[in-house]
């Protein structure tokens, strides 16, 4: 977002609002460690979105990334949430194509769900504000049609 980050990885649960153009996002960061797996079923209510964030290079866990993410939104408290998969690392020799990680996540297996998919590059920002602009536009398109969501106003 116009600021340069050094990145590690998420130790525990981080949260931030990220503001982006007339839309305020509530993130929740809550890391891909195995012991914290569990408990991200805590931070499933009232979502609006989800954002799954996937190493586009990767190849050996996009089974344990399927199998993370299709738990995620079989939860019934998931089932309207709007789904943004970033495949990162798009600028990486060997990494998987977009539909390449959509294959492996099994997006194209998916009913009834609002989807997107959009190759990243974090370091450099590339993919991140297609991804927010189709995002924020779904959810706008929503509020507009009269569904559900746990928004009031212009935030998400």
């Given at each position: 977002m116009g600021e340069?980050?050094?990145?590690?990885?998420?130790?525990?649960?981080?949260?931030?609002?990220?503001?982006?153009?007339?839309v305020v996002f509530t993130v929740w960061d809550v890391g891909g460690q195995e012991k914290l797996r569990s408990l991200w079923k805590m931070y499933l209510s009232n979502s609006d979105?989800?954002?799954?964030?996937?190493?586009?290079?990767?190849r050996?866990?996009?089974?344990?990334?399927r199998q993370e993410f299709q738990t995620i939104i079989?939860?019934?408290?998931?089932?309207?949430?709007?789904?943004?998969?970033?495949?990162?690392?798009?600028?990486?020799?060997?990494?998987?194509?977009?539909?390449?990680?959509?294959e492996g996540l099994g997006l194209h297996d998916l009913r009834n769900r609002i989807w997107h998919i959009q190759g990243t590059c974090?370091?450099?920002g590339e993919g991140l504000y297609d991804g927010l602009d189709w995002l924020a536009s779904m959810l706008k398109q929503l509020q507009e049609s009269g569904h559900a969501t746990s928004v009031a106003g212009p935030s998400i």
């Open positions: 340069v980050l050094s990145t590690v990885p998420t130790v525990g649960f981080n949260v931030e609002k990220v503001q982006y153009k007339n979105a989800l954002i799954y964030v996937v190493d586009s290079l990767d050996d866990r996009i089974g344990d990334a079989k939860d019934p408290l998931m089932a309207n949430s709007i789904i943004l998969v970033f495949a990162n690392k798009q600028d990486l020799r060997g990494a998987m194509s977009t539909d390449e990680v959509s974090a370091l450099r």
